[in-house]
Protein backbone atom coordinates (compact mmCIF):
# COMPACT_ATOMS: atom_id res chain seq x y z
CA UNK A 1 0.00 0.00 0.00
CA UNK A 2 1.25 3.31 -1.12
CA UNK A 3 -0.61 6.96 0.36
CA UNK A 4 -0.05 10.08 -1.41
CA UNK A 5 -0.42 13.35 -0.20
CA UNK A 6 0.55 16.61 -2.45
CA UNK A 7 1.67 20.15 -1.62
CA UNK A 8 2.61 23.32 -3.37
CA UNK A 9 0.14 24.28 -5.84
CA UNK A 10 -0.68 27.76 -5.20
CA UNK A 11 -1.70 31.04 -7.40
CA UNK A 12 0.85 31.84 -9.67
CA UNK A 13 1.09 34.51 -12.32
CA UNK A 14 1.42 33.44 -16.51
CA UNK A 15 5.19 32.84 -16.80
CA UNK A 16 5.82 32.07 -13.31
CA UNK A 17 7.14 28.49 -11.74
CA UNK A 18 5.79 26.39 -9.21
CA UNK A 19 7.08 22.78 -7.82
CA UNK A 20 4.48 20.48 -6.46
CA UNK A 21 5.72 17.79 -4.18
CA UNK A 22 4.18 14.77 -3.75
CA UNK A 23 5.06 12.23 -0.04
CA UNK A 24 4.71 8.75 -0.01
CA UNK A 25 4.18 6.48 2.77
CA UNK A 26 4.71 2.59 2.38
CA UNK A 27 7.31 0.31 1.87
CA UNK A 28 6.70 0.05 -1.63
CA UNK A 29 7.06 3.24 -2.86
CA UNK A 30 10.81 2.85 -4.23
CA UNK A 31 9.36 -0.03 -6.74
CA UNK A 32 6.49 2.23 -8.11
CA UNK A 33 6.29 3.83 -11.49
CA UNK A 34 4.74 7.83 -10.06
CA UNK A 35 2.81 9.84 -12.32
CA UNK A 36 1.30 13.62 -12.24
CA UNK A 37 -1.86 13.78 -13.46
CA UNK A 38 -4.69 17.15 -13.79
CA UNK A 39 -7.67 17.73 -14.29
CA UNK A 40 -9.23 21.24 -14.85
CA UNK A 41 -13.43 22.02 -14.74
CA UNK A 42 -15.61 20.37 -17.06
CA UNK A 43 -12.73 18.35 -18.30
CA UNK A 44 -11.51 15.12 -17.92
CA UNK A 45 -8.15 13.65 -16.06
CA UNK A 46 -5.11 13.79 -18.18
CA UNK A 47 -1.86 12.72 -18.02
CA UNK A 48 1.03 15.38 -17.78
CA UNK A 49 4.10 13.21 -16.77
CA UNK A 50 5.58 9.82 -15.27
CA UNK A 51 8.73 8.82 -13.93
CA UNK A 52 10.00 5.12 -13.44
CA UNK A 53 10.60 3.53 -10.15
CA UNK A 54 14.18 4.03 -10.49
CA UNK A 55 13.83 7.44 -11.55
CA UNK A 56 16.14 6.77 -14.69
CA UNK A 57 13.05 7.24 -17.24
CA UNK A 58 10.57 10.21 -17.60
CA UNK A 59 7.81 11.11 -20.15
CA UNK A 60 5.99 14.03 -20.73
CA UNK A 61 2.72 14.83 -21.99
CA UNK A 62 3.40 17.12 -25.41
CA UNK A 63 1.65 19.86 -23.86
CA UNK A 64 3.70 20.57 -20.99
CA UNK A 65 7.05 19.27 -22.54
CA UNK A 66 10.17 21.73 -21.89
CA UNK A 67 7.97 23.41 -19.12
CA UNK A 68 7.75 20.77 -16.67
CA UNK A 69 10.40 18.25 -15.26
CA UNK A 70 9.40 15.37 -13.23
CA UNK A 71 11.79 13.49 -10.27
CA UNK A 72 11.97 11.41 -7.06
CA UNK A 73 14.14 11.21 -4.53
CA UNK A 74 13.05 7.63 -3.00
CA UNK A 75 15.51 8.11 0.23
CA UNK A 76 12.90 10.46 0.83
CA UNK A 77 9.97 8.98 -0.56
CA UNK A 78 8.68 11.84 -2.54
CA UNK A 79 7.93 12.62 -6.42
CA UNK A 80 8.28 15.94 -7.41
CA UNK A 81 7.20 18.23 -10.08
CA UNK A 82 8.97 21.25 -11.08
CA UNK A 83 6.25 23.84 -13.32
CA UNK A 84 8.03 26.67 -15.40
CA UNK A 85 6.70 28.92 -17.93
CA UNK A 86 3.32 28.40 -16.46
CA UNK A 87 0.12 29.22 -18.90
CA UNK A 88 -3.28 29.58 -18.19
CA UNK A 89 -4.21 26.58 -19.55
CA UNK A 90 -2.12 24.95 -16.69
CA UNK A 91 -4.89 25.70 -13.97
CA UNK A 92 -6.04 22.77 -12.85
CA UNK A 93 -6.25 20.10 -9.84
CA UNK A 94 -2.98 18.57 -9.98
CA UNK A 95 -2.87 14.50 -8.67
CA UNK A 96 -0.02 12.09 -7.94
CA UNK A 97 -0.27 8.75 -8.76
CA UNK A 98 1.39 5.59 -8.24
CA UNK A 99 1.33 2.64 -10.59
CA UNK A 100 0.66 -0.77 -8.39
CA UNK A 101 2.47 -3.10 -10.25
CA UNK A 102 5.88 -3.08 -8.94
CA UNK A 103 9.08 -2.37 -11.14
CA UNK A 104 6.77 -1.96 -14.41
CA UNK A 105 9.00 -1.76 -17.18
CA UNK A 106 7.07 0.66 -19.66
CA UNK A 107 5.70 3.72 -18.25
CA UNK A 108 2.17 4.28 -18.88
CA UNK A 109 -0.02 7.70 -19.08
CA UNK A 110 -4.05 6.27 -18.72
CA UNK A 111 -5.02 7.12 -15.15
CA UNK A 112 -6.60 3.80 -14.99
CA UNK A 113 -3.04 1.58 -14.64
CA UNK A 114 -2.33 3.76 -11.59
CA UNK A 115 -3.53 2.43 -8.28
CA UNK A 116 -2.84 4.93 -5.68
CA UNK A 117 -3.49 8.52 -5.61
CA UNK A 118 -3.29 11.65 -3.46
CA UNK A 119 -6.05 14.13 -2.96
CA UNK A 120 -4.80 16.74 -5.25
CA UNK A 121 -3.19 20.06 -5.51
CA UNK A 122 -4.65 23.23 -6.75
CA UNK A 123 -2.32 24.96 -9.14
CA UNK A 124 -4.21 28.74 -10.40
CA UNK A 125 -2.42 30.17 -12.94
CA UNK A 126 -3.46 34.20 -13.89
CA UNK A 127 -3.11 35.71 -16.83
Known amino acids: QVQLVESGGGLVQAGGSLRLSCAAS????????MGWFRQAPGKEREFVAA????????YYADSVKGRFTISRDNAKNTVYLQMSSLKPEDTAVYYC????????????????????WGQGTQVTVSS
Open 97 to 116: AGDGVPRRAALTTTHWTYTY
Open 26 to 33: GRTFSDAN
Open 51 to 58: VTWSGLRT
